[in-house]
């Protein structure tokens, strides 16, 4: 990818620095020292990988913004309302979700490592940042990890017009006998809100089909698309499409599955009590739920049988015959690797919104930083 001219309109903040920055304005919104360090590397994270939409651009809008708002814990209590040897239900009571969940993947780890599979459930969480930070922590366990998490309001049912679900990833990772390890971490939307929200900073309209509106007509006007999403007035496509021509049922039954194994099994929230808003239109918490497994491949034929065979079949795909024109075919997590070697010697990109955000955060805590682009 030509990331120059991908990004003509950005700056190139190198990792060290981003990281800092952001861990410095979570500490100056009270957060601990400790919880900082694990959602400014969650974060640091999504923008290392070249997934943009969940990395500093969270930083203001997602967690400070909600923190000011009086809807968000900065200090992260967590309950542990039950535990057996291979699973638990954790309380995040309105806490940082990265804290929580970090918690919850390690704990599913430790499980797995004991007795070969771990899972733990979350309730009353918040916006956990990247679904493929925990699978990645599994993996470099040398296990299987999967998670998923439910959200917003955002997804239409096929046939339906109205925002019902989130856009709810399902996630999952494991090892393999190459440098990088095998992370599909994608929403069960045609997109993510975050790359709605990337769309929005860069002026751009959405493609056709990612969203539709009451009227069941697809709509591209980004900005007004975000604000009608909080009111109820758009929703996103399944993965799929719109429809059952392209399969879009099959996105919208994922995305329950990830509703019900979110909330059932901790009795968590769900659909419309995730809004984010009263019944007279004040902000209040969104309650998450998140799930997270480990497998441990040890407890199956051991850990390198299984890496072999894993980069065998990925290997297998990128090499099969290409289309014409196409020069290479890629499998989950490749884009990311690729993204990361780039970015570790050039840096992150900033685009102007960004920038003008981290200005901003700067002069409202007096931290002591300059920028390349004032």
């Avoid at 060290?16 to 919880?35: A, R, S, V």
């Avoid at 879009?248 to 995305?255: E, P």
């Avoid at 099994?265 to 480990?294: C, M, T, V, W």
Wanted: charged share 25%; net charge negative.
């Amino acid at each position: 990818m030509a990331y120059q001219d991908a990004y003509k309109n950005s700056e190139w903040v190198d990792f060290e620095t981003l990281e800092q920055f952001m861990k410095e304005c979570l500490l100056n919104c009270g957060i601990p020292e400790q919880d900082a360090d694990v959602i400014s590397d969650v974060l640091i994270t999504s923008d290392k990988r070249g997934i943009d939409s969940h990395g500093i651009g969270r930083l203001k809008p997602i967690y400070i913004d909600r923190i000011d708002w009086g809807i968000l814990n900065p200090k992260t209590k967590i309950d542990v309302v039950k535990e057996t040897a291979t699973t638990a239900v954790l309380d995040g009571n309105n806490g940082m979700g990265h804290v929580v969940s970090k918690k919850a993947m390690q704990m599913a780890i430790d499980k797995a490592k004991e007795n070969g599979m771990g899972m733990v459930t979350v309730r009353n969480s918040t916006h956990y940042g990247i679904a493929g930070y925990y699978t990645l922590m599994a993996s470099e366990a040398g296990m299987i990890g999967i998670t998923g998490t439910n959200a917003r309001p955002s997804i239409a049912p096929t046939f339906g017009v109205e925002n019902m679900l989130g856009t709810n990833p399902l996630t999952i990772g494991f090892p393999t006998d190459e440098e990088f390890p095998f992370i599909l971490d994608c929403a069960t939307s045609v997109s993510q809100r975050g790359k709605v929200e990337m769309y929005s900073r860069e002026g751009k309209e959405l493609p056709e089909g990612w969203v539709i509106g009451r009227d069941g007509k697809s709509r591209t006007d980004t900005d007004q698309i975000l604000e009608d999403l909080t009111k109820g007035k758009a929703a996103m496509a399944p993965l799929g499409g719109l429809g059952e021509l392209t399969a879009g049922f099959k996105g919208y039954g994922y995305a329950t599955v990830v509703e019900v194994l979110s909330a059932a099994l901790q009795g968590g929230s769900f659909l419309k009590d995730l809004n984010g808003f009263d019944e007279n239109g004040e902000r209040i918490p969104y309650p998450l739920g998140h799930f997270f497994i480990a497998i441990n491949t040890e407890f199956f034929l051991g850990l390198e049988t299984f890496k072999k065979i894993a980069g065998l079949i990925v290997r297998g795909l990128r090499n099969s015959e290409k289309a014409p024109g196409e020069e290479r075919i890629y499998t989950a997590g490749e884009k990311e690797w690729d993204a990361w070697k780039y970015r570790k010697e050039h840096g992150c990109p900033v685009p102007e919104v960004l920038q003008k955000q981290m200005i901003e955060l700067r002069d409202r805590w007096n931290m002591d930083y300059s920028f390349s682009w004032e």
